[in-house]
């Protein structure tokens, strides 16, 4: 059963890298205005994700000096990785500093991967926060895959075919969900770890990327408006937190 509930969520998650195809339905200019309430809404939830769930759950299953080592962990290896390896998130349609669209291919096939790891240990510690895991998770990628969408495009990828490569690297969450499982059943200190990481890697894509891209939007209304949503979005954590 919890196999098939990882399974289900990691291919939920591979299929919003098909959200590019509204693209072809609404005007892109109405797209990139919608956008910046979802980043706004996701990086509320990410924070509100990391300091309400998966923290909390981590520290019940081992020291408290492990649960934050691992934390900072990842949070470094997500600066180097972003600084290094140019694996970054893009929000608008399109990014200024990526060219090269195999590269991001690859850095989205690992981000993705990782995701099916923090969903499949997820739903091994419980059915109800494996779903909050994955609906946090969702939340994040739908304005992610539309900027990794205009990724493809913008390096020489008609549509179609941005489509179709983008859902391939995504569909590495679902051997992630798999080996979440297996690993957290296997070892009884992993999903504390996986969690931890997770942690820190919204935290680091909340407070680095998410948030900076509120910060540019010059508009007061549509500031205020993005702050109401990120608000929402720390409130829907804490709302799930108290059901659960």
């Not at 990391?50 to 981590?58: D, G, K, Q, T, V």
């Not at 080592?69 to 970054?88: A, G, H, N």
């Not at 010059?218 to 059901?243: H, N, Q």
Request: charged residues 10%; glycine residues 8%.
């Amino acid at each position: 059963m919890v196999i098939l509930w990882a399974l289900s969520a990691s291919v939920l998650v591979s299929l919003i890298s098909l959200i590019g195809v509204f693209t072809f339905l609404f005007n892109e200019k109405f797209l990139n205005k919608a956008l910046i309430f979802l980043v706004s809404f996701a990086a509320g939830a990410l924070i509100g994700a990391a300091f309400l769930h998966l923290l909390p759950e981590a520290l019940e299953k081992s020291n408290t000096l492990g649960t934050y080592l691992y934390l900072l962990f990842s949070f470094v290896l997500f600066f180097i990785l972003e600084r290094y390896l140019l694996w970054r998130h893009c929000h608008a349609g399109h990014c200024d500093v990526h060219p090269f669209s195999y590269l991001s291919l690859i850095g989205d096939g690992i981000h993705n991967f990782f995701d099916g790891l923090i969903i499949g240990s997820s739903f091994v510690i419980d059915i109800r926060f494996g779903v909050i895991t994955t609906i946090v998770i969702v939340l994040h990628e739908i304005p992610q895959e539309f900027g990794d969408f205009g990724i493809l495009v913008y390096g020489g990828f008609n549509k179609w075919k941005a489509l179709f490569y983008n859902f391939v690297s995504a569909t590495t969450a679902i051997l992630g969900a798999i080996l979440g499982c297996y690993f957290s059943k296997q070892f009884a200190n992993f999903s504390q770890a996986v969690l931890s990481f997770a942690a820190g890697g919204f935290i680091y894509i909340a407070g680095c990327d998410l948030i900076p891209e509120i910060h540019k939007e010059s508009d007061i209304k549509k500031a205020s408006l993005s702050m109401v949503f990120f608000i929402l979005g720390i409130i829907f954590m804490l709302l799930t937190k108290l059901a659960h």
